[in-house]
């Protein structure tokens, strides 16, 4: 019962990083045109790839 519960958790955190990430790769480029610094575009750049990292780490996790 316990890893049924865990793997429902994981496969929610996994859907929460996936719209996450579509959310930066929808609108990076609205950052970047509002912005024009290559300073915040390298930041939310980051931070698209840390969210990626996650979701990857939690579905290696599944497998």
């Known amino acids: 019962m ?3 519960r865990v793997g429902s ?3 929610k955190l996994l859907s929460d990083q996936g719209s ?3 959310f930066i790769r929808t609108n ?3 950052f970047q045109e509002a912005h024009q610094d ?3 575009s ?3 750049t980051g931070i ?3 969210h990626e990292k996650i ?3 939690l579905r290696t996790h599944l497998k």
Request: no cysteine.
């Open 20 to 22: 996450i990430i579509e």
């Open 9 to 11: 958790l994981i496969w």
């Open 42 to 44: 390298d930041f939310v």
């Open 28 to 30: 990076i480029n609205e």
């Open 55 to 57: 979701a990857w780490m």
């Open 2 to 4: 316990r890893e049924t």
């Open 38 to 40: 290559a300073g915040t």
């Open 48 to 50: 698209l790839e840390k």
